[in-house]
């Protein structure tokens, strides 16, 4: 069966299109041929029954005049037997005779037929008695002529009547052919709404898989796989997808390989520049004056800066190669982790003149503290970037029922809206920058989503309105057993 499909699927979406439109119009169109057919045979039905009335109506009436001439011809040559009033009635029988046989050759019924048949009979033996023996008076034809006229006066009721007759015939085809067309529209109704709606979903459902398959390569989902159903032209497109998906996992990892190779050999020399400074900081090649020692303090400065970039280039070519990051449990003392990532951005916080306002609540959690000092060390790290001159960054952790909430917010820019939903994208850059000649390199949010995920909790962008500044949020669960539980399930240590 799916081998006979598979035969005759449809090779392109316009053939698809033509079929549907077939099956949607074939049926209206018989519908249409349908309609004409009856009408046509009504016409032509209505156009026999009025020719076939006039006809009947008219010899009806010509039966009665000739009644009238051969009783006036007759009854004359009886009074004053006049030769040429005889042939006179002759002609007027004649002629009747033709009438009536006109009238006995129509399909009129088996009624109507008998009436003439009665009264061809009844002319007839009068016209025999009339030339075998005569008639001593004319008075005494009259009660023959009418009793003709009587008999002809019935035909003609029934020609009158044989209209009426048709009509409601008429009315009656009509009618029929009415009702089977509104049955015949009824049945086509849900027919053409079906088939429309079969078809629809067959295209539709081609389509939201390209979307689909489209969204993954935009997103994330460089995993899964792109299959395409339907038309085979479609199917074409979603095998050039698969080609694409797999083009663009090569090119992330060989992006992930040199990543982790450029990191490794940055952290070489940039070590050795962190040791002098700490060498000459320390006063181990001898004593610096006041300029020389601020000068060690930028450069010492810098240094744990460059670390902390190569830091977050290294963490992202790890958590790339797989799917979650490996994570080591233990308890941890929230409030002393986030005091002492404060403490490493002082001498940034001092220089910027940048107001802290910290409200911490004590409480101690089972994570990973490596991961979750990172995480918050990006968080401080970018409210400090963006807060201005003599702003204010505000932390703040408590607990919510079974979860930790923390909180960092500052007053610099702020996120611009449509920033929110690729923030947390890997190398994203905001629309939103700092006037600093050293921008960022757009994976501390990435890096941080990575973690806090992992711990299966969750970091949010929370809408500041028209207060302005920048309003992260992150949840972690405090069910402690029940992470572990889950992170060991994920097979992650």
Same mark, same amino acid.
């Given at each position: 069966?799916?081998?006979?499909?598979?035969?005759?699927?449809?090779?392109?979406?316009?053939?698809?299109?033509? *079929?549907?439109?077939?099956?949607?119009?074939?049926?209206?169109?018989?519908?249409?041929?349908?309609?004409?057919?009856?009408?046509?045979?009504?016409?032509?039905?209505?156009?026999?029954?009025?020719?076939?009335?006039?006809?009947?109506?008219? %010899?009806? /009436? =010509?039966?009665?005049?000739?009644? +009238?001439?051969?009783?006036?011809?007759?009854?004359?040559?009886?009074?004053?037997?006049?030769?040429?009033?005889?042939?006179?009635?002759?002609?007027?029988?004649?002629?009747?005779?033709?009438?009536?046989?006109?009238?006995?050759?129509?399909?009129?019924?088996?009624? *109507?037929?008998?009436?003439?048949?009665? =009264?061809?009979?009844? @002319?007839?033996?009068?016209?025999?008695?009339?030339?075998?023996?005569?008639?001593?008076?004319?008075?005494?034809?009259?009660?023959?002529?009418? #009793?003709?006229?009587?008999?002809?006066?019935?035909?003609?009721?029934?020609? %009158?009547?044989?209209? #009426?007759?048709?009509?409601?015939?008429?009315?009656?085809?009509?009618?029929?052919?009415? /009702?089977?067309?509104?049955?015949?529209?009824?049945?086509?109704?849900?027919?053409?709404?079906?088939?429309?709606?079969?078809?629809?979903?067959?295209?539709?459902?081609?389509?939201?898989?390209?979307?689909?398959?489209? @969204?993954?390569?935009?997103?994330?989902?460089?995993?899964? &796989?792109?299959?395409?159903?339907?038309?085979?032209?479609?199917?074409?497109?979603?095998?050039?997808?698969?080609?694409?998906?797999?083009?663009?996992?090569?090119?992330?990892?060989?992006?992930?390989?040199?990543?982790?190779?450029?990191?490794?050999?940055?952290?070489?020399?940039?070590?050795?520049?962190? @040791?002098?400074?700490?060498?000459?900081?320390?006063?181990?090649?001898?004593?610096?004056?006041?300029? /020389?020692?601020?000068?060690?303090?930028?450069?010492?400065?810098?240094?744990?800066?460059?670390?902390? =970039?190569?830091?977050?280039?290294?963490?992202?070519?790890?958590?790339?190669?797989?799917?979650?990051?490996?994570?080591?449990?233990?308890?941890?003392?929230?409030?002393?982790?986030?005091? @002492?990532?404060?403490?490493?951005?002082?001498?940034?916080?001092?220089?910027?003149?940048?107001?802290?306002?910290?409200?911490?609540? $004590?409480?101690?959690?089972?994570?990973?503290?490596?991961?979750?000092?990172?995480?918050?060390? %990006?968080?401080?790290?970018?409210?400090?970037?963006?807060?201005?001159?003599?702003?204010?960054?505000?932390?703040?952790?408590?607990?919510?029922q079974d979860k930790l909430m923390l909180e960092v917010k500052d007053n610099g820019p702020g996120i611009d809206p449509r920033d929110r939903k690729r923030i947390f994208e890997a190398f994203y850059q905001g629309r939103r920058q700092t006037d600093s000649?050293? +921008?960022?390199?757009?994976?501390?949010? &990435?890096?941080?989503?990575?973690?806090?995920?992992?711990?299966?909790?969750?970091? #949010?962008?929370?809408?500041?309105?028209?207060?302005?500044?920048?309003?992260?949020?992150?949840?972690? $669960?405090? %069910?402690?057993?029940?992470?572990?539980?889950?992170?060991?399930?994920?097979?992650?240590?």
């Amino acid at each position: 069966m799916s081998g006979l499909f598979q035969r005759f699927r449809p090779k392109s979406t316009r053939r698809v299109i033509l *079929y549907g439109f077939a099956l949607v119009a074939l049926p209206l169109i018989g519908a249409l041929i349908y309609a004409a057919f009856e009408v046509d045979r009504l016409a032509q039905q209505s156009q026999s029954a009025v020719h076939q009335a006039a006809q009947a109506i008219h %010899n009806s /009436q =010509l039966l009665g005049e000739q009644v +009238k001439a051969m009783e006036r011809a007759a009854r004359q040559y009886v009074v004053l037997k006049d030769e040429n009033l005889l042939r006179a009635y002759h002609q007027s029988h004649a002629e009747f005779g033709l009438t009536a046989r006109n009238l006995a050759m129509m399909s009129l019924g088996g009624v *109507y037929q008998q009436r003439i048949k009665h =009264l061809i009979e009844a @002319e007839e033996e009068l016209f025999r008695q009339l030339g075998e023996k005569g008639y001593d008076s004319s008075e005494a034809l009259a009660p023959r002529f009418r #009793e003709l006229a009587n008999m002809v006066a019935g035909i003609q009721a029934d020609s %009158n009547g044989l209209i #009426e007759h048709e009509v409601a015939l008429m009315r009656r085809i009509a009618t029929d052919a009415q /009702q089977v067309l509104f049955w015949v529209t009824l049945a086509l109704v849900p027919l053409t709404l079906m088939t429309a709606g079969i078809y629809t979903l067959f295209i539709s459902r081609s389509i939201h898989q390209i979307e689909q398959a489209i @969204e993954n390569l935009g997103g994330s989902g460089l995993k899964r &796989s792109v299959e395409v159903s339907g038309p085979r032209d479609l199917q074409h497109v979603g095998d050039r997808l698969e080609w694409l998906r797999q083009r663009l996992m090569e090119v992330d990892q060989e992006k992930t390989r040199f990543l982790r190779h450029v990191s490794h050999e940055l952290k070489t020399p940039l070590t050795a520049m962190r @040791e002098s400074a700490e060498l000459l900081r320390d006063g181990v090649v001898g004593p610096l004056n006041s300029e /020389q020692t601020e000068i060690v303090d930028i450069l010492r400065s810098n240094t744990f800066k460059l670390q902390k =970039l190569i830091e977050n280039l290294l963490n992202f070519s790890t958590t790339t190669q797989t799917q979650s990051p490996r994570l080591t449990i233990r308890e941890v003392d929230m409030q002393q982790l986030i005091e @002492e990532v404060i403490r490493d951005h002082r001498p940034t916080i001092k220089a910027k003149a940048v107001r802290l306002v910290t409200q911490l609540q $004590p409480l101690k959690i089972r994570v990973d503290e490596s991961k979750i000092r990172t995480v918050m060390d %990006n968080l401080l790290s970018n409210a400090v970037k963006f807060t201005p001159i003599g702003g204010c960054i505000w932390i703040r952790m408590k607990q919510e029922q079974d979860k930790l909430m923390l909180e960092v917010k500052d007053n610099g820019p702020g996120i611009d809206p449509r920033d929110r939903k690729r923030i947390f994208e890997a190398f994203y850059q905001g629309r939103r920058q700092t006037d600093s000649h050293i +921008k960022g390199s757009g994976l501390g949010l &990435s890096i941080a989503r990575e973690y806090v995920s992992a711990h299966y909790g969750n970091i #949010e962008v929370v809408d500041t309105g028209r207060t302005g500044g920048a309003h992260l949020r992150v949840v972690l $669960p405090l %069910n402690t057993t029940g992470t572990v539980e889950r992170i060991v399930a994920a097979g992650v240590s």
